[in-house]
């Protein structure tokens, strides 16, 4: 069960899209659309911004967006804001009946 | 909403059971998480449990150390941990349908330390 590999930082100016890899394996990320994304602020509760791979929670903004392909999923967030800065985790169901998060990625708006 | 309790310092070896308290939705009707974060560090799953308390899974870390368990007459959640290690300090938060993910607890800490 080792964690889902996110680059460490991803960065962009204020307008910029950027998008940020979750990389797994045919066990978790590949297996089924069962990948979540999660905006976690400083000191703050996270709060999901996608799930099953590509759906929006009503109340996100449409600036966040997902995919998948094979064993990597992304998030994109297009139009990036200064409110947008925050580490993002995903996390995925594996076929071993668990759950795994990734590694995490540090979102900073220049 | 959710509303966890029960984290405290308590000495490496000893045992602990944090609760999540659930009000505002049909509490049956989910399956439910505790997902940690040590201080600084990235999210961790821990546990799930379905509706109905029958089917339990654990992360390979706590297997054999942790129980996950709830009372839907009470609407609580429950993670009993025993042979805590310094490594399992860190911010424990209860999570309604990790797939959709919409509800999160607080979080209580939890500090393993002599």
């Known amino acids: 069960q080792s964690a889902l590999t996110q680059p460490a930082s991803v960065s962009g100016s204020p307008g910029q899209s950027i998008t940020i890899s979750c990389t797994g394996t045919?066990?978790?990320?590949?297996?089924?659309?069962?990948v979540s994304w999660h905006q976690q602020h400083p000191g703050k509760v996270p709060k999901v911004v996608i799930y099953?791979?590509?759906y929006r929670p009503s109340g996100v903004s449409n600036r966040f967006s997902g995919s998948k392909s094979g064993n990597t999923a992304s998030l994109t967030i297009s139009g990036l804001q200064p409110e947008d800065e925050a580490d993002y985790y995903c996390?995925?169901?594996?076929?071993?009946?668990?759950?795994?998060f990734g590694t995490g990625t540090k979102v900073t708006v220049l | 909403q959710l509303l966890e309790s029960g984290g405290g310092l308590v000495q490496p070896g000893g045992s602990l059971r944090v609760s999540c308290e659930a009000s505002?939705?049909?509490?049956?009707?989910?399956?439910m998480h505790w997902v940690r974060q040590a201080p600084g560090k990235g999210l961790v799953w821990v546990s799930r449990?379905?509706?109905?308390?029958?089917?339990?899974d654990y992360a390979d870390f706590v297997k054999g150390r942790v129980t996950i368990s709830r009372d839907n007459a009470k609407n609580t959640l429950f993670l009993q941990m025993n042979r805590l290690r310094v490594e399992d300090t860190a911010v424990y938060f209860c999570?309604?349908?990790?797939?959709?993910?919409?509800?999160w607890g607080q979080g209580t800490l939890v500090t393993v330390s002599s």
């Open positions: 999570i309604r349908d990790l797939r959709k993910a919409d509800l």
């Open positions: 505002g939705f049909t509490f049956n009707k989910y399956w």
């Open positions: 449990i379905n509706e109905d308390g029958v089917i339990a």
């Open positions: 045919s066990s978790d990320v590949g297996a089924y659309n069962l």
């Open positions: 099953d791979v590509s």
């Open positions: 996390n995925s169901y594996t076929t071993i009946s668990t759950h795994v």
